[in-house]
């Protein structure tokens, strides 16, 4: 460079201060502008991103739907604050569970950035207005500490293909209607685990090795449930749904109590307003 040779400690030094790093400059060039407040929608998804440092900028007040797929992101609470953001898009990142900033140790009472003027609160939590969080195919075992229950507007959460074992976490989301936990680690839920949930219309834990059908119930709202490809084994496990008496379709296909002959008729009995079972009609 100028007639002077690159060594490798300035390489490693330059690769660690850009790589990753969504710049004002890269979003310029993929907009064609740098009028943050006229986006309301970003689509950054396979950009290779692990910081998010230009949205942190002011200016991004109108922004409603952001597209993070398939990046290198590690922690959900990357994001900052988002006023009018609706729907967050996070799937195949590396994303572990993990608390607010506010809520980790040593943290100050605010989660805060270096202040330029702006508003300094950032984490999933300063996403008042979010309705759409997808989290699909990322590393989240743990999640009450996320603390997604402060998401008090949610409406759909996708959470499948992570390493969850325990549906907890999840009270206070009175506007949840569409919950996605397909392909985790879930054997069996807890009394508590669905027990606030009375907006949710589906259901999806296909994947998962269950083996229990015990606390699917209050879910007064429920009208989709999908339970393929786990571990149910007996025809009386099936009578444990019946108060779920919202409830159109029910998917228990590849469980072996699907192959029994009292299969069908069970379901039929059990819970009458049934219209399809395993997507063939009643």
């Not at 604050?81 to 994303?95: D, E």
């Not at 994947?207 to 084994?233: K, M, V």
Request: glycine share 4%; with cysteine.
């Amino acid at each position: 460079l100028d007639g002077v040779g690159i060594e490798m400690g300035e390489q490693a030094q330059a690769k660690e201060k850009y790589a990753g790093k969504l710049t004002s400059e890269a979003l310029v060039e993929r907009l064609g502008h740098n009028f943050w407040e006229h986006v309301h929608e970003l689509d950054l998804c396979r950009s290779k991103i692990r910081e998010l440092d230009a949205l942190h900028a002011p200016g991004f007040c109108n922004l409603r739907e952001l597209n993070l797929d398939s990046n290198l992101l590690t922690d959900a609470h990357c994001i900052p604050h988002l006023p009018a953001l609706t729907t967050l898009k996070l799937n195949h990142n590396s994303i572990q569970a993990t608390a607010p900033p506010d809520a980790r140790p040593g943290s100050s009472s605010s989660p805060t950035r270096p202040s330029s003027g702006h508003h300094s609160k950032v984490g999933l939590q300063a996403l008042g207005a979010l309705e759409v969080l997808q989290l699909g195919y990322n590393q989240i075992s743990d999640l009450p500490l996320m603390r997604l229950f402060l998401l008090n507007n949610l409406r759909v959460l996708h959470l499948q293909g992570n390493e969850i074992t325990k549906v907890d976490g999840l009270h206070h989301l009175p506007h949840l209607r569409e919950l996605v936990l397909d392909r985790n680690r879930i054997r069996s839920l807890d009394a508590a685990s669905l027990c606030s949930l009375n907006a949710l219309r589906e259901l999806r834990i296909e994947e998962n090795g269950l083996r229990s059908l015990d606390h699917f119930a209050p879910l007064p709202q429920l009208q989709t449930l999908a339970l393929s490809s786990n571990r149910i084994t007996d025809v009386p496990e099936l009578e444990k749904l019946e108060s779920l008496h919202a409830i159109l379709q029910i998917f228990l296909s590849n469980n072996p109590v699907a192959r029994k002959q009292l299969y069908r008729p069970t379901l039929i009995r059990r819970m009458p307003t049934l219209k399809l079972i395993d997507a063939r009609e009643v």
